[in-house]
């Protein structure tokens, strides 16, 4: 366990140890890199825009001290935490991992490796080691960002713990200091304002989209294979349909559609897969998760195990009044399938 100090404040970065073989797995990346500040969006806020190590537009928050330098922050990818230290790594969580607000638990007067968890992130997150050797790491949310961001400012004055779910002792934890909810809200703001004019154009035509899984890819690992979903605000009713197209037949093992519905979500409906042929798959009855700030019935989401065809599909959604689309999905329903191939 590693203390780092400045003034009264410090950061600490531990992890149980792991065979050096197991934290090989997610190092030598860095979705992120060192942002590079461009401008001051709010400077009530200290939120700033900036550029990525590969020119994306971000805009972030900055926690510094002598020996360590945290960025909070948003790209169009989602929502992000980036920490740099000088100290060395001492083991690495595998995925997946889940990430929370914690609270370390004292035992007497001595501080123990446990946490009390504080607010939870429910949605997935990225985990990146980049330098094996090295205690940075990188945390990604590609869903809910202003529920990641809301995470991380519960945790001021505390930790953001970052769990590996196969072995809950392994982890890596930052605390954060000064980040609070107002400096969240106007990273979300900034995002809003400033990211999305500077995302590249949707492809025409909008609603077809391919994200194969790489030739490498196991065959039974499930991948997210299509999502058009993203971060901006988002409108009923979409004005084009939901398009994917597979190459190779994929083994379909969760479909989910978003409804946030200006925040009152819908009961959910039925979604369905209509092949370009004219064949139905479905309809399929679907649960709900919530979404953003809780909202009940945002996500609705089936899990049919279907083995479909290469060929390209529309998504069907019952609920089309309900269905969430914005510019940046080129005005079609918002959805993600995940699968694995045959």
Same mark, same amino acid.
């Given at each position: 366990?590693?203390?780092?100090?400045?003034?009264?404040?410090?950061?600490?970065?531990?992890?149980?140890?792991?065979?050096?073989?197991?934290?090989?797995?997610?190092?030598?990346?860095?979705?992120?890199?060192?942002?590079?500040?461009?401008?001051?969006?709010?400077?009530?806020?200290?939120?700033?825009?900036?550029?990525?190590?590969?020119?994306?537009?971000?805009?972030?928050?900055?926690?510094?001290?002598?020996?360590?330098?945290?960025?909070?922050?948003?790209? *169009?990818?989602? &929502?992000? @935490?980036?920490?740099?230290?000088?100290?060395?790594?001492? +083991?690495? /969580?595998? %995925? $997946?991992?889940? =990430?929370?607000?914690?609270?370390?638990?004292?035992?007497?007067?001595?501080?123990?490796?446990?946490?009390?968890?504080?607010?939870?992130?429910?949605?997935?997150?990225?985990?990146?080691?980049?330098?094996?050797?090295?205690?940075?790491f990188v945390l990604v949310?590609?869903?809910?960002?202003?529920?990641?961001?809301?995470?991380?400012?519960?945790?001021?004055?505390?930790?953001?713990?970052?769990?590996?779910?196969a072995n809950p002792k392994?982890?890596?934890?930052?605390?954060?200091?000064?980040?609070?909810?107002? *400096?969240?809200? &106007?990273? @979300?703001?900034?995002?809003?304002?400033?990211?999305?004019? +500077?995302? /590249?154009? %949707? $492809?025409?035509? =909008?609603?077809?989209?391919?994200?194969?899984?790489?030739?490498?890819?196991?065959?039974?690992?499930?991948?997210?294979?299509?999502?058009?979903?993203?971060?901006?605000?988002?409108?009923?009713?979409?004005?084009?349909?939901?398009?994917?197209?597979?190459?190779?037949?994929?083994?379909?093992?969760?479909?989910?559609?978003?409804?946030?519905?200006?925040?009152?979500?819908?009961?959910?409906?039925?979604?369905?897969?209509?092949?370009?042929?004219?064949?139905?798959?479905?309809?399929?009855?679907?649960?709900?998760?919530?979404?953003?700030?809780?909202?009940?019935?945002?996500?609705?989401?089936?899990?049919?195990?279907?083995?479909? %065809?290469?060929?390209?599909?529309?998504?069907?959604?019952?609920?089309?009044?309900?269905?969430?689309?914005?510019?940046?999905?080129?005005?079609?329903?918002?959805?993600?399938?995940?699968?694995?191939?045959?």
């Amino acid at each position: 366990m590693t203390l780092w100090r400045q003034g009264y404040a410090f950061v600490i970065v531990a992890a149980v140890a792991l065979p050096a073989s197991a934290a090989l797995a997610q190092t030598n990346i860095d979705p992120i890199g060192p942002l590079t500040q461009v401008s001051t969006f709010d400077r009530a806020q200290k939120i700033h825009v900036g550029r990525t190590a590969t020119g994306k537009p971000a805009c972030y928050f900055r926690e510094e001290g002598s020996s360590h330098r945290l960025d909070i922050g948003v790209t *169009a990818e989602g &929502a992000f @935490i980036r920490l740099e230290t000088g100290d060395s790594r001492e +083991a690495t /969580p595998q %995925p $997946p991992v889940r =990430a929370f607000a914690g609270k370390q638990v004292t035992r007497g007067q001595y501080e123990t490796d446990e946490f009390t968890v504080l607010q939870d992130f429910d949605k997935n997150v990225d985990y990146y080691a980049p330098k094996p050797d090295q205690g940075d790491f990188v945390l990604v949310a590609k869903y809910d960002a202003a529920g990641f961001l809301d995470m991380v400012a519960r945790a001021r004055g505390e930790f953001v713990v970052v769990q590996s779910l196969a072995n809950p002792k392994v982890q890596d934890i930052v605390a954060i200091y000064n980040f609070k909810q107002s *400096a969240a809200s &106007a990273l @979300i703001t900034c995002a809003n304002a400033r990211l999305q004019a +500077a995302a /590249p154009e %949707p $492809p025409e035509p =909008a609603t077809q989209a391919q994200q194969q899984p790489p030739n490498e890819t196991p065959s039974q690992e499930i991948v997210k294979f299509f999502d058009n979903g993203n971060i901006y605000a988002v409108q009923n009713r979409p004005r084009r349909t939901t398009v994917f197209t597979l190459q190779a037949p994929m083994r379909v093992t969760r479909i989910m559609t978003y409804h946030w519905n200006n925040g009152n979500g819908a009961p959910p409906g039925r979604i369905a897969l209509r092949s370009r042929t004219g064949e139905t798959y479905g309809p399929w009855q679907a649960a709900s998760e919530p979404g953003q700030g809780g909202v009940p019935d945002a996500y609705w989401v089936v899990e049919p195990d279907l083995l479909l %065809p290469a060929g390209t599909y529309t998504i069907v959604d019952s609920n089309p009044s309900t269905w969430a689309q914005n510019d940046a999905s080129n005005n079609a329903g918002m959805a993600s399938l995940e699968g694995h191939r045959e």
